[in-house]
């Protein structure tokens, strides 16, 4: 994949945005790094655009420097990229001139004001001291007969933490606010100065079941920096693998989703053939999430003519126990009632957001980087990208249906495909203060993964764009409109996860 880099001053930053998307550049992320010391004090924005089907990447680049670190908010001309520019303004201290809306995203009310963690002077084991408690600000809905409900951080269930606040009348849904980043970990900021080998283990921990896919965005950025050839045989692999994980978040996500509508005995059955494709996952690398198949050059160990067959068997039996299961569900009429034209996503609100997968998809917003910035051997594979026009619950269910069964296909196809080889070679060099990018298509939609090398073959900045950091801006739009007991399936449709959104 080629990246073409653009550099601006600041304030030509929005003109050279528009001149990129006016050439059908998608915007994907935005990154800012502190680089002070490397050349002379300074900060700088990156906001990168793909070019689908062409293999291409633009970065808009402009530097900011420390006397002057503020820059025109691209938010409203990409709604986007304002997530992104405010974690800037909370991790770095720079300044997005024109955003609508600067509340902190990732740094919660008792951090204190003036302190930018990802600025390279801010000490990574240095204990935080709190400030006072501020109350949390949003919008509110006001007027007779208008309640307030919180929901969260802590759940009742065995879930991750997000807190909810639905401004409703009656049962009825006026408004909905979610605040996140209850999981932040500063993975980021840990892996600074941290070897590129290490920073693999990072990686594949950043989501327990997003595994593979956070490995093979960070190992292609890697590959990408160091020229990297991986062999034929590691690539179908990496296929296999990543294929792998879509299946069994796919089929256990199709069972879940009916847990919203108390319909235990499709959760149940779910659960049931989840886990018996979690247990072939660990049958073929030893671990249940495949964590662990990934390497920088290749796969870590081969699969064996045996295992392959073995493969083949066991996702036949799976597949014909999920369609029979999930056209039961779909002949349940509670099914169909709950599930259609609720949580409605518009195609123009997810193009909009810059949504991505599944969810991009049944809203009609057809993007998948397998098929359109495809890595690995996926331009080698045949397969299909489903959508639907609908964007509602039902759609985003018959979205991971149809996409698991182009999953059952691509499997079959890389086991009687694969050739013979190796499965690794040693990186190439780090050029220091290089960097690349890594896409691959989660379960949930596109990760991205912006890595930056320093010195001695180590990181300098790493940025993750998760799927679900993608999505998450899009599921407080849907709520309103429907009734707060939607709500559980409305989320459940979305399946985002809080950890690797929030790092």
């Not at 290089?434 to 930056?452: A, D, L």
Request: proline fraction near 5%; glycine fraction near 6%.
């Amino acid at each position: 994949m080629k990246i073409s880099r653009i550099i601006v001053a600041p304030h030509e930053l929005i003109h050279a945005c528009r001149t990129v998307i006016a050439n059908h550049g998608r915007f994907i992320t935005m990154v800012a790094s502190d680089e002070c010391g490397r050349e002379i004090d300074r900060f700088v924005v990156r906001y990168i655009f793909a070019h689908d089907g062409k293999s291409m990447l633009n970065v808009v680049e402009s530097v900011l420097t420390e006397s002057n670190c503020s820059y025109p908010t691209l938010s409203s001309m990409i709604p986007a990229a304002s997530w992104a520019e405010r974690e800037a303004h909370d991790l770095f201290g720079i300044f997005p001139e024109g955003h609508p809306d600067l509340r902190p995203l990732v740094l919660h009310d008792d951090w204190p004001e003036g302190v930018y963690p990802l600025r390279k002077d801010y000490a990574l084991r240095e204990k935080q001291e709190r400030d006072s408690f501020s109350s949390w600000s949003y919008p509110k809905v006001e007027g007779e007969g208008v309640f307030e409900v919180p929901v969260g951080p802590i759940h009742a269930g065995v879930i991750e933490p997000g807190h909810f606040r639905f401004q409703v009348m009656g049962d009825s849904v006026l408004h909905l606010e979610a605040k996140l980043f209850y999981t932040h970990r500063g993975i980021e900021k840990r892996s600074e100065g941290m070897s590129v080998v290490k920073g693999l283990y990072l990686a594949e921990r950043i989501c327990g079941v997003c595994s593979v896919s956070h490995a093979l965005s960070y190992v292609q950025a890697i590959e990408q920096i160091s020229e990297t050839r991986v062999p034929e045989r590691a690539i179908f692999l990496r296929v296999l693998f990543a294929e792998l994980e879509r299946l069994y978040n796919h089929v256990g996500d199709i069972g879940n989703m009916c847990a919203g509508i108390g319909y235990a005995y499709a959760v149940n059955h779910g659960a049931h053939l989840k886990e018996q494709l979690m247990q072939l996952n660990d049958f073929i690398v030893g671990h249940r999430f495949l964590r662990g198949s990934i390497a920088l050059g290749g796969v870590t160990e081969d699969i064996t003519e045996e295992k392959l067959r073995y493969i083949e068997t066991t996702l036949e039996r799976v597949k014909k126990e999920f369609n029979e299961i999930v056209e039961q569900i779909l002949s349940h009429d509670i099914v169909v009632n709950r599930f259609s034209n609720t949580g409605i996503l518009s195609e123009r609100i997810a193009r909009e957001l810059s949504t991505v997968g599944p969810t991009a998809r049944a809203s009609n917003y057809d993007i998948d980087v397998r098929r359109d910035l495809p890595y690995a051997a996926y331009d080698q594979l045949v397969f299909e990208v489903p959508t639907f026009m609908e964007g509602d619950v039902m759609a985003r269910f018959k979205q991971r249906f149809l996409e698991a069964r182009q999953s059952f296909q691509i499997i079959e196809q890389v086991i009687n495909r694969t050739p013979k080889g190796d499965i690794r070679v040693p990186i190439g060099d780090l050029i220091p203060y290089s960097f690349g990018i890594g896409m691959t298509e989660s379960p949930r939609g596109e990760n991205v993964h912006f890595v930056m090398v320093g010195e001695n073959n180590t990181i300098y900045r790493y940025r993750v764009r998760s799927a679900p950091y993608a999505n998450w801006p899009a599921v407080p739009i849907c709520v309103p409109g429907n009734i707060i007991p939607d709500f559980p399936l409305i989320n459940k449709s979305f399946e985002l996860c809080y950890a690797c959104c929030d790092r």
